[in-house]
């Protein structure tokens, strides 16, 4: 699911804070100091934020042709019309857009900008979801609820039931705790927001900013205390948010607990039409992949290649890509068939490199995922993965997709990155707090917190996680390639690797921890951050390898 941009702001608020404040609290919070927007992208060094160095990387190859790098994000679709996308969209120039018919003959009718795994007739997706775990539990309930451990006949599928009950009674008990927080937050935020818009006179589907509050004249304890609310709410949201996101991100969130706990665990029969555990090769889907959920894909993609310098939006990382945009993961989890699909699809049209933000706790069948992980590897092309946002030791508590093979064929796949969210300063915040980690799981870490990207409501928003950490590593895989095409993937995850400093003695704070510290070495293999710099110049003195055909 892409729960991998972490949602915060409500979630971290009480309940107590959006009513019945006393007067002493209505002097609004203290603020971080606000971080440049494109702190991601900074040098250390110069600016003293922990960016990837890219105006040093542009510097390095200034004056190379760059040839351009097919990028594929698999993910909620994306705004296809969004300003600093639109011309740097993949098209399928073997296809006749709107013929109904299809032209190259790839399964895929009218596939212009990539391919939606979740849709069905009548231009519809399955974009609600739930989570892995609820859809095995009740598939297996039936079967299992009255087995035992000495009546069981098949031990395999039982020791798998017993992990799918352990997961699906944490994640339920889990929303329901968070439904019994977040839905007095969401009433008070809705509450809240009518008094604001009324103190600014706007109308009743209008919209504010953090800018805005300053205008509002509390002249009242009602007003006075909504305008602390929003101020609250907005320091940690971050500037470039608005009233209406935060409440759409919340409602989203809400939607997502309540299908776990009282799942619609018939949409994607009634929508897709077909059954994601049959590998049967027919087609399903759509072409259609901007839909209301994209804003998740949009971010995704803008990081690796946005526009770069036309004064909208944000900067890409990589200047020279043409973005395929694969829907695949929904609000809740994503289907190992379409994970699997998709992965090939990418890699069958010309990806050379493939951005994957999601993840989960179960995998029914890896199998087809994991065929997919070595089909990519044959054809060349590297996956970038967002390790999660479960401040989870990836080591002791695998999620899924990774590159542990069932048949013991690979633990570490010479194609695939795994990726964390690092912050924007050195110092003991500098693993981000949600992130996972993991010395033998996670590869490297890279910018993760408070990232600025585009997005389908607004020019930019500012989010937390690995999601973000993911595509900033892919745009820089891509900028290597760019201007090192005849490298292979394993030299480009080598190069992005073997550039990243391991930061030995820096103690930072165990993510999900508030008091543990540990050696920033110990949460992933290389111990580092992403440099784009650093990886060009590596890249700079490889040799071409032989790569497979």
């Not at 602390?228 to 969130?253: C, H, M, P, R």
């Not at 870490?445 to 928003?461: N, Q, R």
Request: glycine share 8%.
């Amino acid at each position: 699911m892409f729960k991998f941009c972490k949602y915060v702001g409500a979630t971290t608020l009480s309940a107590a804070l959006l009513v019945n404040l006393p007067a002493s609290a209505q002097q609004a919070p203290v603020a971080d100091p606000a971080l440049p927007k494109a702190w991601h992208l900074l040098d250390l060094k110069e600016s003293g934020f922990f960016g990837i160095s890219l105006k040093q990387a542009y510097m390095f190859v200034q004056g190379k042709k760059s040839k351009p790098v097919v990028v594929a994000t698999i993910d909620s679709g994306a705004d296809t019309s969004q300003t600093d996308l639109k011309t740097v969209l993949w098209v399928n120039k073997k296809e006749i857009p709107g013929n109904g018919i299809d032209d190259d003959h790839n399964g895929y009718i009218d596939d212009i900008h990539g391919w939606n795994f979740l849709g069905g007739p009548g231009g519809k997706a399955d974009f609600t979801e739930t989570t892995e775990e609820v859809r095995e539990y009740n598939k297996l309930k039936d079967k299992y609820a009255s087995v035992t451990d000495s009546t069981a006949t098949n031990k395999k599928e039982y020791a798998y039931w017993l992990r799918v009950k352990t997961v699906y009674d944490s994640t339920v008990n889990k929303a329901n705790t968070e439904i019994g927080q977040l839905s007095p937050v969401m009433n008070a935020l809705m509450v809240t927001s009518g008094y604001i818009k009324r103190g600014l006179n706007l109308p009743a589907n209008g919209t504010f900013t953090q800018a805005d509050l300053v205008k509002v004249k509390a002249a009242n304890d009602t007003l006075s205390q909504s305008k602390y609310v929003w101020e609250s709410v907005f320091s940690q949201e971050g500037a470039g948010s608005t009233n209406a996101k935060i409440i759409k991100d919340l409602s989203e969130y809400l939607a997502k607990l309540n299908n776990d706990v009282s799942p619609d665990l018939t949409s994607r029969k009634r929508i897709v039409g077909d059954d994601p555990d049959t590998m049967d090769g027919k087609p399903y889907g759509n072409n259609l992949v901007k839909f209301a959920d994209a804003a998740h894909g949009t971010g995704v993609a803008g990081l690796i290649g946005a526009v770069r310098n036309n004064n909208y939006g944000i900067n890409g990382v990589a200047d020279n890509v043409k973005l395929m945009i694969i829907k695949a993961v929904p609000n809740g989890d994503e289907y190992d068939k379409d994970v699997a699909n998709a992965i090939r699809y990418a890699v069958d049209n010309g990806a050379r490199v493939v951005n994957m933000s999601f993840g989960k706790k179960i995998s029914p069948h890896k199998e087809w995922v994991d065929a997919a992980f070595k089909y990519a590897a044959s054809k060349n092309v590297l996956l970038v993965m967002a390790a999660g946002n479960d401040n989870q030791d990836m080591d002791a508590q695998p999620e899924f997709p990774n590159d542990t093979f069932l048949d013991g064929s690979s633990t570490d796949a010479d194609n695939v990155i795994s990726v964390g969210a690092s912050g924007p300063k050195l110092g003991q915040n500098l693993a981000g707090d949600f992130s996972n980690y993991g010395k033998k799981s996670v590869d490297i870490f890279a910018p993760g917190v408070k990232v600025t990207s585009i997005t389908t409501d607004a020019e930019v928003d500012t989010e937390d996680g690995t999601s973000f950490s993911s595509p900033i590593t892919a745009g820089i895989a891509a900028l290597i390639l760019e201007y090192y095409p005849t490298l292979s993937a394993k030299q480009v995850k080598e190069a992005i690797l073997g550039s990243a400093t391991p930061l030995t003695g820096t103690m930072v704070l165990k993510p999900g921890s508030k008091t543990e510290k540990v050696d920033f070495t110990t949460l992933s293999k290389t111990g580092g951050i992403v440099n784009a710099y650093k990886a060009l110049q590596l890249a700079s003195k490889m040799k071409p390898e032989v790569l497979p055909n």
